[in-house]
Structures are given as C-alpha cells and as structure tokens.
C-alpha cells in the first residue's frame, strides 16, 4: 500500500511539469509550478532528504514563485504615453473609451494590462517614447478626424495593434 502512494505521488511530478509547460496564462502557470514544487519537497521528505526537502520548499518553491510572478508582472504591462489633460485618462469622450476598449481587448488574449502615462506636452510624449519610457503613446486628433493615432516601438505590440486595426504609426527601435 505504502509503495502505491509513493508511486502515485512521484508519478505527479511529470504531470505537473507538463502542466506548467503547456500553460497559456502564466499566472496559472505560476500556480503550477507552486504545486510542481510541494510535490518534489513531498519526494525528497519520503526518500529521507529533509535537508534538500527544505531547500526545495523555500528556495525551489517560494523563491522562485515570488521572482516569477514579479517578472511575470512587469512584463505583461503596456504603458501607453498619452497627452495631460486628454480624454483618453478619464474616457471623457466617445473617441477616447473605443480606444482604451480596443486596446484592452487587443491586450486580453495575452493576458496584458494597460497602464496610461501622463506626459506634459508633445515633445515628452515622443522622447518617452524614444526613452523607452513607455511602450506606446496616443497621439491627438488632428484636422478634425475622430481617432487617436498610435505610435508603438515594440514588436510584439506592432502586432496586437494591428490586429485590432489601431495602429497608425511604427517607431524605429
């Protein structure tokens, strides 16, 4: 009986390692690899290692979870530079919710949030840009027309912008 339990539970630990690998969202892969490593802590314990069960508790475990979900964080972000005083930081007019809506759609398959930037004139908003400040800014209308104008320096977002048909403008890197 006793070798059955010992069998399933080291059996767990494949499992989970492909769970973590074959996860879309990474916060729930975050969560699998918290289970990935409680298991291994639970086989070094019943093999008799205590010293290298603690290790992997604190450092395989809770370390790393701590480090991931920190980087995981701060890189599913999309800051977006925008003018001080514009429509688009309250979504006062029509023109400024479609767009905030259109973007924060366009960031949820990659499980991304938005983060809006307040920059003091034009010329900020553009050296933000070039400063790496921010990964996107919302240009004004002009001459009348309705939209905001984007202008993004980052791959990965060229591409999300302009499945949601955004995209004005692409900035060199």
Request: hydrophobic share 55%.
């Amino acid at each position: 009986m006793e070798e059955t339990v010992l069998l399933v539970i080291v059996l767990l630990l494949p499992l989970t390692a492909s769970l973590v690998v074959t996860q879309v969202n990474p916060y729930h892969a975050l969560v699998m690899r918290g289970i990935l490593g409680a298991i291994a802590a639970l086989i070094y314990a019943l093999f008799g290692a205590a010293d290298v069960a603690l290790t992997e508790a604190l450092v395989g475990t809770m370390l790393s979870i701590t480090l991931y979900a920190i980087a995981v964080r701060s890189s599913l972000s999309m800051r977006l530079g925008v003018l001080e005083g514009s429509p688009v930081l309250d979504a006062s007019t029509p023109a400024a919710r479609q767009l905030l809506q259109q973007v924060r759609q366009g960031l949820q398959p990659q499980h991304m949030r938005l983060e809006l930037a307040a920059y003091t004139s034009p010329e900020a908003l553009v050296a933000a840009l070039q400063n790496r400040e921010v990964h996107t800014i919302a240009l004004e209308p002009i001459d009348g027309a309705a939209d905001y104008r984007l202008m993004t320096r980052v791959p990965r977002l060229q591409v999300i912008l302009a499945q949601q048909a955004i995209l004005s403008e692409v900035m060199a890197a």
